[in-house]
């Protein structure tokens, strides 16, 4: 059994010979196929400087190396290279950065401009006027006295004649004046008596005016004797005397005759006294005759 061993080991041996000089071989051969064609390929680049000669026997390739196997880099322990401790060193403080420096901006001198013409407004048209001092007759429309009227009554009066001023104003006639009485005198029994007006407005076509002027009455006031609420009053006042007067006789004569002589006394007695009290009052008509004068203008 050994020398079966020894011989197998042998044959083994031979076979891997042979295997490895094939496998040289063909690299041996194209290794000098590959010089070969490099020194053709350098031959043929450069200038031929002698004619070539030929020899009969064979030039034997150049044998080329085996390329070495390259072998892994062996792995070197790795060295910890102990740190050096640094010194601890506090932290800057952080400075602020300086204020920025503002550029002065230059504001562009303003143009003054023309100012824009204002429109012209349109005329306003004049306005008509009653001047002052105007005056223009009037006609009471109402009966007033002196006892039986008070201050603060009105009444209406009416235009006698048209009137016209500037710039188209008129007042028409029969225009309606509204007057108010501002005070009454009833004077010395009737005698003397006054009455004063004044205006409170004029009425043209349903438009109210305000108008400030003075009222004259050119009518005289008229005596009227005031009515009294009894109208037995002035025979009672006779009667009344002739009773008194009788009574009187009586006393005087003690007869007949005493007592009519009495009576007939004091019937005329009462007859006086009853003339004694009568009153009377001053009254202006309606359809007298009044005045205006302005003391401003009326506007229309």
Known sequence: MAKYRVVGRWVSLAAAMTFAA???????????????????????????SAQPTFQDTAVAPTPTPAPAKETAPVPQPKTRTPRRAEPRTQAPRPVSPPPPTQTPVVQPTPVAQAPAPAPTPAPTPARGEIGTGTGF?????????????????????????????????????????VLEVASTSAGQNGEGAQINFRI?????????????????????????????????????????????????????????????????????????????????????????????????????
């Open 200 to 300: 409170r407005s004029l009425v043209i076509n349903d438009k109210t005016y305000d108008v400030n002027g003075d009222v004259s009455t050119v009518s005289p006031l008229e005596k009227t004797k005031v009515a009294n609420g009894d109208p037995n009053a002035e025979k009672k006042k006779v009667v009344g005397g002739a009773i008194a007067g009788a009574i009187l006789g009586q006393m005087i004569g003690h007869n007949t005759k005493g007592t009519i002589i009495g009576a007939a006394a004091g019937a005329a007695t009462g007859a006086a006294i009853s003339r004694s009290g009568e009153s009377y009052e001053g009254c202006l008509p309606a359809g007298s005759a009044l005045h205006i004068t302005l003391n401003s203008p009326i506007l229309m």
């Open 22 to 48: 094939a496998c040289g071989d063909r690299a041996a051969q194209k290794a000098a196929a590959d010089s070969q064609l490099a020194r053709d390929l350098a031959l043929a680049s450069q200038q031929p």
């Open 137 to 177: 007759g009037l006609t009471s429309g109402a009966k007033v006295c002196t006892n039986t009227n008070r201050a603060g009554d009105k009444i209406v009066a009416t235009l006698n004649s048209a009137v016209t001023g500037s710039n188209g104003a008129v007042i028409p006639a029969g225009s309606t004046i």
